[in-house]
């Protein structure tokens, strides 16, 4: 049974993704994230509470994932120091982003593709929580896991 590690898991697609994944029978699921949401869901998932900026993944687990799923990275140097450190833990760290990145004011009525032209991201947005700039932001983690030596 492969052992996959979620960041996040238990709202909007992350919930989708956890409950397909427990459902599957393949795959032993540990969810890593606040415990502020949901956090009854998924009873037969392993569950780590913490937070990712202050590396309490890290500080309270010993274990090795065939997989590593972050669905909630929304700031890039907190997404590219965890990313960093996780990579000694996993065979594969997967980034999900989202359409939001690409720039769209003159795409009305056509489908997106990854053709389309990015966002770009201020120094000021990096670090800006408000969804004003959240594609933005999800552009800079995409940016700086580019950066991030070992990732594939």
């Known amino acids: 049974?492969?052992?996959?590690?979620?960041?996040g898991g238990t709202q909007f697609i992350g919930r989708v993704l956890t409950e397909n994944l427990l459902q599957?029978?393949?795959y032993e699921v540990t969810l890593f994230n606040r415990g502020k949401t949901n956090a009854n869901l998924f009873p037969d998932a392993k569950k780590i509470i913490g937070?990712?900026?202050?590396?309490?993944?890290?500080q309270t687990c010993n274990e090795y994932w065939d997989a590593v799923i972050d669905i909630s990275g929304y700031f890039p140097d907190t997404v590219q120091a965890f990313a960093h450190r996780v990579k000694d833990y996993c065979n594969r760290y997967i980034f999900i982003s989202t359409a939001s990145v690409y720039n769209l004011e003159n795409s009305a009525n056509q489908n997106i593709t990854e053709d389309f032209e990015l966002l770009t991201c201020t120094t000021a947005q990096r670090t800006d929580g408000s969804?004003?700039?959240?594609?933005?932001?999800k552009?800079?983690?995409e940016e700086a896991l580019?950066?991030?030596p070992g990732l594939d």
């Open 1 to 7: 049974m492969k052992k996959i590690l979620v960041l």
């Open 24 to 26: 599957s029978g393949k």
């Open 51 to 58: 937070n990712r900026e202050t590396n309490d993944l890290f």
């Open 131 to 137: 969804m004003a700039t959240y594609g933005q932001r």
């Open 139 to 141: 552009v800079a983690c």
């Open 146 to 148: 580019l950066q991030c």
